[in-house]
């Protein structure tokens, strides 16, 4: 039987914190000594970090005890934590470990009063925050629980590591996902990685989008800019066009709707596929540039190798279905080899129209009507180049084309 959205989403938010605390108050400590591992692990510091009363043997002893689910030990701890907090009332180690233990032995109303003090003196204590998510957890308070994710990311890796996951999994619930993508929208520092969680993740889901415009990537920083044409990319590889296109208008500031994106290749192609995916391959591919053999400032040359063909430029458009007229400048093409344009309908074979350069020195002017289907939500625009073989030198140069625009008829 399925489980529902907002069932699968707050279970997906609570297992690490339940897994880690065991589901029962006897695990709480154990979720202290596990807490103590993972810092062990990433830095080879040792317990006492994390578990300071490990460095005294009969706490040692009752550490291992309270790992093995004993009672007695728990309560042990908390007199060992307790003393120690009242001889140094700021040691958050102290209140946490006090917290924790109390947990262990049922007593949840001091466990939650320390673990609130704890975080009155430090909201950087990743343990601390982690045992507040499990009291929000059992309390069924989504808003808290997320609060205090929000704060334990901020406090570093180990958070990340331990933390994030749950939120990728738990964020393919609406419920979760509208109030984290409110989170997101603040900006926190691991936005970032929490974006690079989720676009290296798969399948998609619908509420990774809003979550993704939230985080607000920054075309401007390399890093964000690349996860933001990683986002685009795996959203039209599943399909999902309405949704990147959604992603890419909030990142760039541009619309897609009704037209060709740089028809005169002077900008720059930023975000593949709505912006152009030129080819660079040996043999065949494509240069943006000034033209030499015609008082064109920027165009697209075309190469291809003898024996070589294929596309060199595509583009993802968005043309509501109606009637177009297109239209384009192109020169430089033999009459042994023309490139040609054409415009596919996603997921279709045969193209809507298919245009080749006309065979022409000088530059030329290419117009064509189309009309877009009502199924056609999305297209590819594609500019093929084909080996010239031009022994009588009828042109001089390379094929080029550039002013490529689409308008309605």
């Known amino acids: 039987m399925p489980v529902p959205d907002r069932a699968y989403g707050e279970a997906a938010l609570w297992r690490i914190p339940a897994v880690l605390a065991g589901g029962t108050a006897l695990l709480w400590v154990t979720l202290g000594v596990t807490l103590a591992q993972v810092k062990i692990g990433d830095h080879g510091i040792g317990v006492p970090i994390i578990w300071p009363f490990a460095a005294e043997p009969r706490v040692r002893t009752a550490e291992m005890q309270l790992a093995s689910q004993n009672t007695s030990a728990a309560k042990k701890t908390f007199a060992e934590a307790a003393a120690v907090l009242r001889r ?4 958050v180690a102290a209140a946490r470990v006090a917290a924790l233990s109390a947990g262990a032995y049922g007593d949840g109303g001091t466990s939650r009063r320390l673990l609130a003090y704890a975080e009155k003196l430090s909201r950087r204590d990743l343990g601390t925050q982690v045992g507040l998510i499990e009291y929000a957890a059992a309390d069924g308070n ?6 205090h994710y929000d704060t334990a990311l901020r406090t570093g890796e180990n958070a990340a590591q331990l933390l994030l996951p749950v939120l990728i999994e738990a964020s393919h619930s609406p419920q979760v996902a509208k109030p984290l993508a409110q989170i997101l929208s603040r ?3 691991w936005r970032v990685r929490f974006a690079f969680s989720l676009v290296t993740s798969h399948p998609w889901a619908p509420t990774f989008t809003p979550l993704l ?3 607000r990537l920054n075309i401007a920083d390399p890093v964000e800019h690349d996860l933001l044409t990683r986002a685009v990319d795996g959203l039209v590889q599943q399909n999902a066009v309405a949704n990147a296109a959604q992603l890419y208008e909030q990142a760039t500031g541009s619309r897609l709707a009704n037209m060709v994106r740089n028809g005169d290749f ?4 930023r975000v593949p596929p709505f912006d152009w995916n030129i080819a660079d391959e040996p043999g065949l591919g494509a240069i943006k540039g000034p033209i030499d053999t015609a008082p064109y400032r920027n ?10 063909s294929g596309v060199v430029a595509s583009q993802l458009t968005i043309l509501r279905a109606g009637r177009y007229h297109i239209r384009f400048l192109a020169g430089a093409t033999s009459s042994s080899g023309q490139p040609e344009v054409s415009l596919t309908c996603s997921g279709a074979n045969s193209p809507l129209f298919r245009l080749a350069f006309p065979v022409s020195n000088k530059p030329r002017q290419v117009e064509a009507d189309f009309a877009i289907p009502s199924d056609c939500s999305s297209q590819w625009f594609t500019i093929k ?4 073989i031009d022994a009588t030198r009828e042109v001089a140069g390379t094929p080029w084309i550039t002013d490529i625009n689409v308008i309605p008829a």
Request: charged share 20%; glycine share 2%; net charge negative.
């Open 88 to 91: 140094e009332p700021i040691s």
């Open 187 to 189: 900006q926190p520092r």
């Open 299 to 308: 165009a697209l040359s075309l190469n291809a190798d003898p024996g070589r």
């Open 142 to 147: 989504l808003p808290v629980a997320l609060r």
């Open 385 to 388: 180049a084909a080996t010239s």
């Open 213 to 215: 415009i939230a985080a």
């Open 266 to 269: 002077s900008a720059e192609d």
